[in-house]
């Protein structure tokens, strides 16, 4: 068996549920511990919540909540310590309490790390040099380290003994159908709704011009904003959706938007599922130049790259075309079907599962 952790409620969460789908798919047993914001999940034998009232994005606002999550961790891994050998930590909020039990009872941990933290939270001064320090142990006593993508190796200061990568491609299960295109241009965005995404400047646009129709999903601190903004006709704001709603949403849409600032370090090598989305469902991304996710999209010419400003942004609207999305949408497909159709389930089938059997 094998206990997989994680700081959201784990549904919706496409790379935690990649992990339990085929879990199940192959019939090996696992437990998540998850932390219930909400209060809405009901436990069972082998889901776990923290249930803490708590809000997205509120960095130093939620570290006595984080702590608390910690404890709850540790707690549930030892009560349940004989019914597990692998341990699979998501992001350093999660991590520790699993290094503790490396410690105390030799389980394996796999420490899967989807934002290096000091660079995702812009920490510094005292505070970093701690970080670092605990970042050390926990990719010392990991036995696998995993990120999710080849360039994101320069994070990486201390040397694992095994380090994976598995892009951020989720585990699509059937081919999205029945797009059809929009009589006015179509945005969509679902996930994570905080600030540095430009998402500000994409729902003032929708709100000031009604050029075009947004359709967003997801949880964070936008929100309240969001909220506001439903009496819109042309924004359709839908809350958190599952995976699967999510993937219909955004197939609805002509474009998906994926901007990083780069006022965050972490996000000039933002990962975001949204590139593989994109790729996946054969629609162009518009995302930020200067970032990884930037550099892709340009040199397969699977999107739309440009800088953070709002007149940025506007320029690109009125510049987009059916022809444009059109040439977009057929290179993404052909770049999916070549490269990363089946690179999530060889992955999984020929490492993870194998390391997880070895040690049971």
Same mark, same amino acid.
């Given at each position: 068996?094998?206990?997989?952790?994680?700081?959201?409620?784990?549904?919706?969460?496409?790379?935690?549920?990649?992990?339990?789908?085929?879990?199940?798919?192959?019939?090996?047993?696992?437990?998540?511990?998850?932390?219930?914001?909400?209060?809405?999940?009901?436990?069972?034998? /082998?889901?776990?919540? $923290? *249930?803490?009232?708590? &809000?997205?994005? +509120? @960095? %130093?606002?939620?570290?006595?909540?984080?702590?608390?999550? /910690?404890?709850?961790? $540790? *707690?549930?891994?030892? &009560?349940?310590? +004989? @019914? %597990?050998?692998?341990?699979?930590?998501?992001?350093?909020?999660?991590?520790?309490?699993?290094?503790?039990?490396?410690?105390?009872?030799?389980?394996?941990?796999?420490?899967?790390?989807?934002?290096?933290?000091?660079?995702?939270?812009?920490?510094?001064?005292?505070?970093?040099?701690?970080?670092?320090?605990?970042?050390?142990?926990?990719?010392?006593?990991?036995?696998?380290?995993?990120?999710?993508?080849?360039?994101?190796?320069?994070?990486?200061?201390?040397?694992?003994?095994?380090?994976?990568?598995?892009?951020?491609?989720?585990?699509?299960?059937?081919?999205?159908?029945?797009?059809?295109?929009?009589?006015?241009?179509?945005?969509?965005?679902?996930?994570?709704?905080?600030?540095?995404?430009?998402?500000?400047?994409?729902?003032?646009?929708?709100?000031?011009?009604?050029?075009?129709?947004?359709?967003?999903?997801?949880?964070?601190?936008?929100?309240?904003?969001?909220?506001?903004?439903?009496?819109?006709?042309?924004?359709?704001?839908?809350?958190?959706?599952?995976?699967?709603?999510?993937?219909?949403?955004?197939?609805?849409?002509?474009?998906?938007?994926?901007?990083?600032?780069?006022?965050?370090?972490?996000?000039?090598?933002?990962?975001?599922?949204?590139?593989?989305?994109?790729?996946?469902?054969?629609?162009?991304?518009?995302?930020?130049?200067?970032?990884?996710?930037?550099?892709?999209?340009?040199?397969?010419?699977?999107?739309?790259?440009?800088?953070?400003?709002?007149?940025?942004?506007?320029?690109?609207?009125?510049?987009?075309?059916?022809?444009?999305?059109?040439?977009?949408?057929?290179?993404?497909?052909?770049?999916?079907?070549?490269?990363?159709?089946?690179?999530?389930?060889?992955?999984?089938?020929?490492?993870?599962?194998?390391?997880?059997?070895?040690?049971?």
């Amino acid at each position: 068996m094998i206990a997989l952790l994680r700081s959201t409620d784990g549904n919706p969460d496409s790379r935690l549920e990649k992990y339990v789908d085929y879990l199940e798919e192959v019939n090996i047993p696992y437990l998540t511990i998850c932390w219930d914001r909400l209060g809405n999940k009901i436990e069972t034998t /082998n889901k776990f919540y $923290f *249930k803490r009232p708590s &809000e997205y994005g +509120k @960095r %130093y606002g939620n570290v006595l909540g984080l702590i608390g999550f /910690n404890r709850y961790i $540790f *707690k549930v891994l030892w &009560e349940n310590r +004989k @019914r %597990y050998n692998v341990i699979h930590a998501c992001d350093f909020d999660t991590v520790i309490p699993a290094v503790l039990m490396h410690i105390l009872t030799r389980k394996k941990v796999i420490y899967d790390i989807f934002d290096w933290y000091v660079d995702s939270r812009n920490v510094k001064g005292l505070f970093k040099h701690i970080i670092h320090f605990l970042e050390f142990f926990n990719i010392k006593l990991s036995e696998v380290v995993m990120i999710c993508e080849e360039e994101r190796r320069r994070q990486i200061i201390y040397k694992p003994k095994q380090l994976w990568i598995l892009p951020n491609i989720p585990n699509f299960k059937d081919e999205m159908t029945g797009y059809k295109k929009n009589e006015r241009l179509t945005i969509g965005y679902v996930g994570i709704l905080g600030s540095g995404r430009g998402l500000e400047n994409l729902i003032r646009y929708a709100k000031e011009t009604g050029k075009i129709n947004l359709k967003i999903g997801g949880f964070g601190e936008l929100e309240t904003l969001l909220q506001d903004y439903k009496s819109y006709p042309n924004i359709e704001y839908y809350g958190s959706v599952p995976y699967v709603k999510a993937l219909q949403i955004l197939n609805s849409t002509d474009v998906i938007y994926a901007m990083y600032e780069k006022v965050n370090k972490n996000h000039i090598l933002a990962a975001p599922n949204k590139y593989y989305e994109g790729l996946y469902l054969k629609k162009p991304i518009i995302t930020t130049v200067g970032t990884i996710v930037g550099e892709k999209t340009a040199k397969y010419n699977t999107g739309f790259v440009i800088a953070e400003t709002y007149d940025d942004l506007m320029n690109l609207i009125g510049s987009i075309d059916d022809t444009l999305i059109a040439e977009k949408s057929i290179n993404a497909a052909n770049l999916w079907e070549a490269k990363y159709k089946n690179y999530v389930s060889d992955f999984l089938s020929n490492i993870y599962r194998p390391f997880i059997e070895q040690n049971q």
